[in-house]
């Protein structure tokens, strides 16, 4: 064991469990439930962070005890009859051969949801008071429904107990049902569950001593808590630590899990999960406050914590005793073991994208890694197979897609070259980092090239394979990864000499003027992280946009700080805008409902970000001249940095 990870791989008692070491995996909704029931997929994704060295794994998140709260909009679990209970066996044997442990999260969302008239057709909360970012008007709760709720609660647990889990956890965070009742914000009852902290925590004592009532002293139930609402007239730190206190001393827990802020805005829905442009370990102050209100309970915590000897300071210093490193084991559920060993350059560590894991999961879509194309994949993906026969590879292109083949392809046992036209490997996603708040992206890169260059690959950089020169290697298999090219749109002016791309301004290529008009026809960060360092140079910008706003592709928990930080520096976006021509130093788009134009007078450089079209010629060039041949990333088709690796990954397999 690494010698400076002793307090992160001691035991910790939690109730009747030893868990074997301090580092778990969060509840989160994976998105990958079938018709409301944990399936395959999501029973590997778990084995999965299971066989690298986890000490728990908390699946369902948001799991719903009462069909009042819908399960089908993030593919979440119901957990509503007893026909649930050999799924969660399932789940819990398979966890269980690798020596972890595994507990499910239930709740209630209450109005942090949109009734869609299947499941429910009105949603339930303690006021008639809606969430600014699902909107519904919710029924208020009348004492019968709150009793049949407590009692859903209990029958969850018990059908938990009952599937052979080690524990539950309840989500009193998030703004759902529970802490909807603790907060003045949303609960405004006259009745015995409004008014005081006593009578607003009184839901929370009904539905927990009903849970213990129905699983027992010895079953684990912890609650899962934010440690402060950041909210203007919400739970404050001093409010969360006297929750905790209350709810340490009742002796119904054994443990409390910590989060920050809240979910009932967009602003805090991103905060939640602090994505890249938030330092790491954010949150851990609030975890720290709590454990100073509840010393003797064994504090979780989980937030952008993705280094182990960060986390073992953590952990070292008191702030907390468990740590949540959940999408750190998205990243690479092997973290623990890795860590363990002594080999932490072979940890691919996230990077805070958010782009495969929460932000899909808030699309309803499963839940991967914009990095790690196996998580969520492991029926297709997790098992690499040896090559039969090792063969002469030539990867052509050392960004994300070539970087990945090379890198599957030399661990298979294939002998491999990389050709890279540029100076250095990485591509766009190097462009990428270049913006604010964006440098950690280039992490993806560090890891690959680290493993390329550990794994013996053979890198030619600053070399331009032509068709005859990947033949004079007499490869046996040839992968094509040649990325783009920026693409200009056929309209008036736009090969003007003051017309650039964003692509140009990112690498410092291009000269800036004062006023800037960036047109964004891509919809994704790229031309608002552009935006953002020209603002950042102290430019004026506009970014114009065809969609009904600007961003519109860009994840729920990445937009929301990245409008703030693009508002407070002065960025005009213009929204349902497309542009007909460049004239000059003016600039001719037109609303694309109305079709009206307008001038943009005096723009001293236009910024195109108007996506990209292949750079295949290669590839084509060498069809039917090679054993085989395959093309990978951009070469098909422009897309994002998961399906870049994703296809690396998978060309590299099938060699």
């Known amino acids: 064991m690494a010698a400076e990870l002793r307090s992160l791989f001691s035991p910790i008692q939690v109730g009747r469990l030893t868990l074997k070491n301090r580092i778990y995996s969060s509840g989160h909704a994976e998105a990958m439930a079938e018709a409301g029931r944990p399936g395959e ?57 690798h020596g972890c442990l595994v507990l499910t999260q239930l709740t209630h969302l209450g109005r942090r949801a949109q009734a869609d008239g299947d499941e429910t057709s009105v949603l339930l909360a303690p006021s008639q008071i809606p969430e600014r970012v ?54 405004q009852r006259l009745d015995d569950y409004g008014g005081s902290l006593g009578n607003r925590m009184r839901f929370a004592t009904e ?11 010895d079953f684990v139930v ?43 805005t967009y602003e805090l829905q991103a905060a939640a999960v602090p994505n890249m442009s938030y330092a790491r370990g954010v949150y851990v102050p609030l975890a720290a406050a709590i454990k100073q209100a509840a010393p003797r309970m064994p504090i979780f915590h989980a937030s952008r914590i993705v280094d182990p000897v960060h986390a ?24 623990p073991r890795k860590a363990r060993e002594g080999r932490f350059d072979d940890i691919r560590t996230c990077v805070g994208a958010n782009e495969g894991c929460i932000d899909r999961i808030y699309q309803g879509k499963p839940v991967t890694c914009v990095q790690n194309p196996a998580t969520g994949r492991e029926g297709e993906l997790a098992d690499v197979r040896v090559a039969t026969k090792p063969k002469r590879v030539v990867v052509v292109g050392g960004g994300v897609a070539g970087l990945e083949a ?45 493993q390329v260059e550990k794994l013996g690959v053979s890198i030619r950089l600053g070399v331009e394979a032509t068709a005859a020169a990947v033949l004079d290697e007499r490869p046996e298999a040839v992968i094509v990864a040649t990325g783009s090219q920026p693409y200009i749109p056929p309209l008036p002016g736009c090969d003007g000499k003051h017309v650039v791309t964003d692509r140009d301004v990112l690498a410092g290529e291009a000269t800036v003027g004062a006023n800037v008009v960036v047109v964004d026809d891509v919809h994704t960060q790229a031309a608002l992280s552009t935006a953002e360092l020209l603002l950042e140079q102290g430019k004026r910008v506009e970014v114009i946009s065809p969609l009904f706003y600007v961003g519109q592709d860009i994840g729920v928990t990445s937009i929301a700080p990245l409008y703030a930080r693009l508002h407070t520096r002065g960025i005009v976006l213009t929204p349902g805008t497309e542009l007909r021509a460049v004239e000059g130093s003016t600039v001719v788009v037109a609303n694309v409902h ?17 996506g990209s079209r292949s750079t295949d010629g290669l590839y084509r060039a060498l069809k039917g001249r090679v054993p085989e041949l395959y093309a990978a990333g951009d070469c098909v088709a422009p897309r994002g940095v998961h399906q870049a690796i994703l296809d690396g990954t998978r060309v590299a397999r099938a060699i």
């Open 222 to 264: 912890g609650a899962r808590i934010s440690g402060d609402e950041f909210t203007r007239g919400g739970l404050t730190a001093a409010d969360m630590a006297e929750i905790a206190r209350r709810l340490a001393t009742s002796g119904l827990i054994d443990f409390l899990s910590i989060i920050g802020g809240g979910a009932h």
């Open 406 to 450: 090379a890198r599957m392809a030399a661990i298979r046992g294939h002998r491999v070259m990389l050709f890279e036209r540029a100076a250095e490997l990485g591509g766009q996603v190097l462009l990428a980092a270049r913006a604010p708040a964006r440098a950690e992206y280039a992490g993806i890169i560090r890891f690959l090239v680290a």
């Open 312 to 335: 073992d300071r953590a952990v070292a210093a008191g702030h907390l005793d468990v740590v949540g490193m959940t999408r750190a084991l998205i990243a690479d559920p092997d973290l």
């Open 594 to 610: 109305s079709g009206v134009e307008r001038r943009v007078e005096s723009v001293d450089t236009v910024v195109l970000a108007a």
């Open 207 to 217: 539905v927990l001593s009903e849970i213990r009532r129905r699983v027992g002293g």
């Open 41 to 97: 997929r999501l029973l590997r994704y778990h084995e999965a962070k299971a066989r690298g060295g986890c000490a728990l794994t908390i699946f369902g998140g948001s799991s719903s005890v009462h069909p009042s709260s819908p399960a089908a909009a993030w593919k979440q679990i119901a957990n509503h009859d007893d026909s649930i209970i050999p799924a969660y066996r399932a789940i819990a044997d398979a966890v269980h051969r």
């Open 134 to 187: 699902h909107r519904d008007v919710p029924h208020e709760l009348e004492g019968e429904q709150i009793g049949e709720l407590v009692r859903a609660f209990g029958e969850a647990a018990r059908r938990s107990r009952d599937g052979g889990l080690d524990g539950i956890e309840i989500s009193m965070a998030h703004n759902h049902l529970i802490d909807q009742f603790w907060s003045p914000l949303s609960n």
